[in-house]
């Protein structure tokens, strides 16, 4: 340095310190014959100059270093090719904040902000040193900490003697202080800009002067033509409105006095220099211009009189628009309809009127969005649910739509149903902008109701035209046909379009000669007199095709609401089906279906006319035949019910080949039929009957590959003065019926005034009667009679059950009264279900009286021993039942046991395998007794009473029961004797050997409540 001496060393230093210059070199990463050779090249772009050493090389390169190590306001550094930080000075250090160990050896892009590393800024600043040998920017850099400062920068591409690149040298200046200097510039006079734009002005109170400094601006605001002019306090506020200066005066003082009320903002008039006065906002509040000097206070004015202007007019206009708006709303308030104001495109309520809110049940004002339209349920007209965002004013919202109608149905919560129409809209503004949808709400229900019923009632009207069965046929008032129903075209045999405008008269035909006249007349005078025409007189008409009617016809005017007669409807009332239906219906009500006979209702009516005949003075006598089929069930149940039927047709033509035209045959029932004979005696009568009798024995019928051959019944009795009424006609002829069946059936049985048979007929139906009231009012009673061992081994009870009926307060009815009848009626059936529940629930209810009971006999009936459903009830009732079967014994008469031996014995044995065990009774009265006894497994053989009581005076009796016990004995029964009157009998059945012995001698039957 001392070579170089001071003058130049300065020269130096100030070409390094210049900002535009140009540094080439390199240094660091190479020899220092290398850097020898580059440092001759360094070079210092001065203008019209270039600068050369007389130094030795080593000796200038040398010289170059110490210079930019001792650089301190400048970074300078060296890379090699690929950008790695090769050399790097103190005033880098400072300027970057790295240690020369922090910077060698890394990348160039570690002094580059983030920004700049992830857009490659490094890279392509060093490609463009490459490129043109020299790049220089300015641009924001990151130092250590993180801080950036503005730097400008030169980077320089190294080159060999051969121009290969060797490196690249980097200057950086820290020119943050002027960039901060320009944008402070930059930022005042934006200020002053916006100020001026803004027609603002600025004031400054410096207090310890008590001056304001007034800015040129605010000075040209007021009409003033100066520059920023400073003025006493006093002199400032003369500026200020006099109604406004006190309360200012007082406002800036309190700020003085007390620095923390500020800030200041207010309203404020100033004085314009042309006399006015205008309003500015002002603010004001402490501000240190400069440091370590007092605070002044400070304020922006800004003139705001045209705002003042516009908020006037504003207000004025608000509250017009509020005027109009109240107005408005008042308007839509009184509309039937429902107006809805939507925001778009939010779709945020801002108006509903009073209708919407009646009409949708709920207020719509808390809708803040489209999204919230779903919470309405509206349905489409096929009823499916429209989504919120389909719904007309949410489409309008969305789409800014032209306006369209849309018809909905809405439920309310209530529970009220709506048909709405839907107008909805966009309202938009002058720029074609929309910002509001409008939705407007019409309630149609009543008119869609309306429609449907008009509708309804058109379609009705119509259909009932099209359906009804009367031919309608609306003419004018001249008589010329206007339309015609598809009956009345039926009936005169012609379509509506051919007959039309055509005089009625010329279109009907009828056969008889003044019927068309009496049409024509009746609608001449309907029209004249306005008065409904009828009862005219029955017709028969004829069309072209030949079709012949029988028709009632009413004329009626056709009027409108106000009167005016349009014409006339002439109904042409079709009753040729009524008349056959009649006809059919009188035959059918009087015949049996089936056969074409007459029915039992007619066959009474004509029984009744009959009767009424015969009691009249001098009139013949006449007969009544009742007639039963034999074995016509046999053919039911083996063909079929439809055989039963065809039989029954074909006999009922059989039969009325006997019978004369003058006489009544009729089917009264399934199976029956009754004949009254006329003009007749007893013995005509009978003649008819046997020839009945004959053709029915005669009869044949095939099916299935089977002949039938049926028998009847017939029961005759005579109709004379002595018949009283149809009911005891038909009670005779009927009690004739069945004592002809009683005696074999196939004949015929005739009813004579005092037929004892008859006479017990009527005995037994009253006492079915009364049998059938004693269910009904539990008239029935159980009695017992003992049975006692002979041989008085046997301690244990055993007695059999009786059976009574309750006779009021009298004495009981005994059986032999009631059951015969019951047995003939089939009523005994019933009667031995009763007797057995009610004997094992006695039984059962007594457990002490069961536990010494040894046997109960219970007495079954022969029908109830051919029944099978008897046979399961009483096994299921016993298996039920709580008393043992063992101490149950049944007696069955020898007779009820032979009728069928095969269901019989099967009935015993189901019954012994349970327990149970079984007495014959009556045995020794039927003349096969010994020969049955040994095939039916009973346990008890009861001797019949008729041989009992006599066998103390009669030797044969004795014998027979003597013999009956040792039979018995030999075949392990034991023996039951009946009817044991006296002691003396008693004694001799002991003498016998006689197991068991019953009768009242022994005890009398007693009600069953031991």
């Known amino acids: 340095m001392a070579i170089l001496g001071q003058g130049k060393a300065s020269m130096v230093v100030g070409a390094a310190a210049k900002v535009n210059s140009a540094i080439y070199w390199n240094f660091g990463a190479f020899s220092d014959s290398k850097l020898f050779a580059q440092l001759q090249r360094v070079e210092f772009d001065m203008p019209h100059r270039f600068l050369a050493s007389v130094l030795p090389q080593h000796e200038a390169a040398e010289l170059y270093r110490l210079m930019v190590v001792g650089i301190r306001d400048v970074a300078v550094f060296l890379m090699d090719p690929k950008g790695y930080i090769t050399v790097w000075n103190r005033g880098a250090q400072d300027m970057k904040g790295y240690t020369a160990d922090d910077a060698l050896g890394q ?108 800015s040129s601006y605010l000075m040209q605001l007021l009409g003033h033509d100066a520059p920023s002019h400073k003025l006493p306090f006093d002199a400032w506020l003369e500026f200020i409105h006099e109604d406004d200066r006190a309360p200012f005066r007082a406002r800036l003082e309190q700020v003085r006095d007390h620095p923390e009320s500020a800030p200041v903002e207010t309203e404020i008039r100033f004085h314009h220099k042309e006399g006015d006065f205008e309003w500015f906002f002002l603010r004001a509040n402490w501000h240190l211009v400069k440091q370590d000097a007092p605070l002044v206070f400070m304020g922006v004015c800004v003139a705001v009189g045209s705002l003042k202007t516009a908020e006037e007019e504003q207000a004025r206009l608000l509250a017009a628009l509020r005027h109009e ?66 719904l007309p004013l949410a489409r309008t919202v969305l789409t800014q739509q032209v306006a369209s109608v849309q018809d909905l149905l809405y439920q309310r919560d209530d529970g009220a149903k709506l048909h709405l129409a839907i107008t909805s809209a966009a309202v938009s503004d002058a720029d074609g902008q929309a910002h509001i949808a409008v939705a407007v709400v019409h309630d149609i229900s009543k008119l869609r109701q309306a429609e449907q019923a008009a509708t309804s009632e058109q379609e009705r009207a119509l259909v009932t035209l099209a359906a009804i069965t009367d031919g309608v046929v609306t003419v004018n008032r001249d008589g010329a046909v206007i339309a015609l129903n598809p009956t ?75 009167g005016a007669l349009l014409g006339a409807v002439v109904v042409l009332h079709d009753v040729t089906e009524s008349k056959r239906l009649l006809r059919r219906l009188g035959f059918e009500a009087s015949h049996d279906a089936l056969t074409g006979l007459v029915n039992r209702r007619e066959f009474e009516t004509r029984l009744a006319r009959t009767i009424d005949r015969n009691r009249q003075p001098g009139s013949d006598n006449a007969a009544l035949l009742y007639m039963d089929l034999d074995q016509f069930k046999i ?26 035209e003058r006489d009544t045959l009729a089917r009264i029932g399934g ?133 009574r009926l309750r006779n009021g307060s009298g004495t009981p009815i005994l059986p032999g009264i009631f059951l015969p009848a019951a047995e003939r009626y089939d009523v005994i059936l019933k009667i031995d279900r009763w007797v057995l529940d009610s004997t094992l629930a006695w039984l059962a209810a007594h457990p002490d009286h069961l536990e010494q009971l040894g046997t109960c006999s219970i007495n079954l009936s022969r029908r109830s021993l051919a029944d099978p459903s008897f046979h399961k009830f009483a096994a299921d009732l016993i298996d039920s039942s709580s008393v043992p079967a063992r101490k149950l014994c049944f007696e069955i008469t020898e007779h009820g046991a032979i009728a069928d031996m095969q269901k019989t014995i099967t009935f015993i044995e189901a019954l012994s395998a349970r327990g149970c065990r079984f007495s014959l009774d009556d045995f020794g009265t039927g003349m096969t007794s010994f020969s049955y006894l040994k095939q039916l497994p009973v346990n008890f053989i009861k001797i019949d009473g008729s041989f009992v009581q006599m066998m103390s005076s009669s030797p044969v009796d004795y014998e027979m029961v003597r013999f009956t016990n040792d039979i018995s004995h030999m075949m392990g029964r034991k023996t039951i004797a009946e009817y044991v009157s006296d002691p003396h009998i008693l004694a001799r059945l002991r003498e016998i050997g006689v197991d068991f012995a019953q009768g009242n001698c022994i005890g009398k039957p007693r009600p069953l409540a031991m």
């Not at 040193?129 to 020299?134: D, I, L």
């Not at 109240?326 to 509903?352: C, K, N, T």
């Open 488 to 562: 009345a075209e039926r009936l005169l045999g012609m379509d509506e379009a051919v007959a039309r405008d055509k005089p009625l008269h010329d279109l009907l035909h009828f056969d008889e000669p003044d019927g068309a006249n009496a049409i024509g007349a009746a609608v001449e005078r309907c029209v004249q007199e306005q008065q409904v025409i009828s009862r005219l007189p029955h017709l028969t008409m004829s069309n072209p095709h030949g079709h012949h009617f029988s028709i009632e016809t009413t004329v009626s005017p056709v009027k409108l609401g106000d």
């Open 107 to 214: 990348h160039l892009g570690m002094l580059y902000t983030d920004e700049d590393r992830a857009s490659g800024r490094p890279e392509h600043n060093l490609q463009m040193a490459e490129q043109h040998g020299f790049f220089s920017e300015e641009q924001w850099r990151k130092r250590k900490d993180g801080g950036l400062f503005w730097a400008h920068i030169a980077l320089t591409a190294l080159r060999g003697e051969k121009e290969e690149l060797l490196g690249f040298s980097k200057v950086t200046m820290d020119l943050t202080r002027h960039k901060l200097l320009e944008q402070c510039a930059k930022e005042k006079e934006e200020i002053d800009l916006i100020l001026r734009a803004a027609e603002s002005g600025t004031w400054k109170w410096e207090l310890e002067t008590d001056d304001v400094e007034v």
């Open 635 to 660: 053919v039911n149940d083996t063909c079929g019910h439809a055989a039963g039927d065809d039989l029954l047709k074909l006999l009922a033509a059989s039969y009325t080949e006997h019978v004369r």
């Open 325 to 390: 708006r109240a107005r408005f709303a008042s308007v839509l308030d009184q509309m039937p309809s429902g107006v809805v104001l939507a925001e778009i495109p939010g779709g945020r309520v801002i108006y509903q009127n009073e209708a919407v809110r009646r009409l949708m049940g709920q207020d719509m004002r808390d809708v803040d969005s489209v999204d919230q339209y779903g919470r309405f349920k509206l349905f489409d007209l096929a009823g499916q649910v429209v989504p919120g965002d389909a």
């Open 671 to 803: 199976d029956e039929f009754a004949l009254i004979v006329e003009h007749c005696e007893v013995q005509e009568a009978l003649a008819v009957a046997h020839k009945i009798l004959e053709a029915t024995r005669n009869f044949r019928y095939a099916c299935n590959g089977q002949m039938f051959q049926l028998g009847v019944s017939i029961g005759l009795t005579p109709i004379d003065s002595a018949t009283t009424s149809v009911e005891d006609a038909l009670r005779r002829a009927d009690h004739a019926c069945y004592i002809a069946k009683e005696r074999g059936r196939n004949r015929v049985h005739v009813h004579y005034q005092g037929d004892l048979d008859l006479a017990q007929r009527r005995s037994d139906m009253h006492w079915v009667t009364r049998l059938t009231h004693a269910f009904q009012h539990d008239q029935l009673q159980l009695y017992y009679q003992p049975i006692v061992a002979l041989d008085d081994g046997e301690t244990t009870q055993h007695y059999e059950i009786l059976l």
